[in-house]
């Protein structure tokens, strides 16, 4: 198998992983139950996305793809931060639950565009 095919499935396992990851995490918080804080779920999400950004990266070598030559891959990095900021909002137990509730619908909003744009790639 080529590296290519190699790098696009491990993207795209952790990039879906990092989706159920953040979704356990909100529903965890909103049922009442934060202490999913002091398991491993604390840290598994962060170490499955720096194999995400791994496998992008390598994606980008392997491809000679440039973020800000291809249009769609620039939307997906500046939408990426912001799934970013919008997540650490929506999982900050300081926060008020409203606040929380509209950073996740951001976040969740932004990584369905990440995700459009993945397999659309339309600009």
Do not use: E
């Amino acid at each position: 198998m080529s590296s290519y095919l190699i790098l696009k499935s491990i993207h795209m396992a952790t990039a879906y992983l990092t989706v159920a990851l953040f979704a356990l995490c909100l529903v965890l918080d909103m049922a009442g139950k934060p202490n999913w804080r002091t398991t491993p779920l604390r840290w598994i999400p962060h170490a499955n996305n720096t194999i995400l950004l791994v496998a992008a990266i390598g994606l980008l070598f392997v491809t000679n793809w440039m973020p800000f030559v291809h249009g769609w891959l620039t939307a997906k990095v500046f939408l990426l931060v912001g799934y970013i900021v919008a997540g650490a909002i929506a999982l900050k137990d300081t926060r008020s639950k409203q606040v929380r509730v509209i950073a996740a619908i951001l976040a969740l909003v932004q990584v369905l565009a990440i995700l459009h744009l993945a397999v659309a790639k339309p600009f």
